[in-house]
């Protein structure tokens, strides 16, 4: 694979995952965090350093999301692949729910992907190339959950910002298309989830292992690769079963 990917919410996680995934298939990578620390730790992470670069942003700004891809895309002289990695996932119950807390989830949940989404259309447009976006939902954008209503809400619209994206950018070859993750432990210190939630959802899942975030890197390189040319506008679920049911629920 010789293209171009920029991966936002590449420090850990999912976004260190698909980095890893496309530096492995021979890609060039760009990682994007909030600031130059966490990218400058992010890149000295991952092998084959001479196809990693970074861009500092806080996707969180539309400004900055739109000047994230201005900047990775001249220094990598174009881009291929967006993958909208980066998320936020505070809980506050909506009694206790501020209008900055709300406003400051969707703004890194579903703003920083619209700025980030549609400035990279731009650029490919212009450039006549095709390419590919992929945005990181969750199962909790179909599902509510307690203390969870904005970023349940954050992913519900990103879903069907994916669908719009797909349906706009079809004519010029552009792809748009989303990976919904069910639990993945990713022992993030931004967002870190109750003993009790974990062991809770852990007991719901059919499948026999916990999911991990490499397997949602390989649903993203699949929706981008030659093999998935004439999917757009789909979320590909990667949960462990969860979505078929409840595992943890007697037999009838």
Sequence with gaps: MSRTVLVTGASGGIGAAVARRFLAEGAAVVLSER??????????????PERVSTVAADVADPEAARACVRTAWERADGLDVLVNAAGVYPSRPLLEMTDAEWRGVLAANLDGPFALS??????????????????????????????AAHYCTSKAGLTMLTKALALEF????????????????VGSDVNPL?????????????WPRPGVPD????AVAYLCSDGAEWITGTTVTVDGGVGAGNAALPEA
Excluded at 123 to 140: E, F, K, Y
Excluded at 195 to 202: C, F
């Design 35 to 48: 600031d130059e620390e966490r990218c400058a730790a992010a890149a000295a992470r991952l092998a084959a």
């Design 118 to 147: 549609t400035e990279f259309a731009r650029a490919l447009v212009a450039a006549g190339r095709p390419g590919d976006i992929v945005n990181i939902t969750s199962g909790a954008g179909e599902r509510a959950r307690r203390g």
């Design 170 to 185: 079809a004519e010029h070859r552009i792809r748009a298309n989303a990976v919904s993750p069910g639990f993945i432990e």
């Design 194 to 206: 109750a003993p009790d939630y974990v062991r809770a959802v852990e007991a719901g899942r059919p």
């Design 215 to 218: 397997d949602v890197a390989s």
